[in-house]
């Protein structure tokens, strides 16, 4: 039986969780080692790129948790 939806429901299904999971893990692993690395380094380019980057792997596990935290829903 295959139903038909006039708005696709705000559910996340195992799979989509799962995928999730991965998604944020790979940004957070990558996180750390930006943010170890910056830490680390005295150059003030590399600095600053470390900086950067870490701000786009925080930002993405932030966007990801804001998917679970609304169900799915983009609102």
């Given at each position: 039986m295959?139903?038909?939806y006039e708005q696709v429901p705000n559910i996340l299904t195992g799979k989509d969780l799962d995928y999730l999971s991965d998604m944020f893990n790979w940004n957070y692993g990558?996180?750390?080692s930006a943010y170890n690395a910056?830490?680390?380094v005295e150059d003030?380019?590399?600095k600053n790129m470390l900086?950067?980057?870490s701000n786009i792997?925080?930002?993405n596990m932030s966007s990801i948790l804001k998917v679970l935290d609304n169900g799915g829903s983009d609102e």
């Amino acid at each position: 039986m295959k139903e038909n939806y006039e708005q696709v429901p705000n559910i996340l299904t195992g799979k989509d969780l799962d995928y999730l999971s991965d998604m944020f893990n790979w940004n957070y692993g990558a996180y750390k080692s930006a943010y170890n690395a910056y830490n680390s380094v005295e150059d003030s380019e590399l600095k600053n790129m470390l900086d950067k980057a870490s701000n786009i792997f925080h930002g993405n596990m932030s966007s990801i948790l804001k998917v679970l935290d609304n169900g799915g829903s983009d609102e």
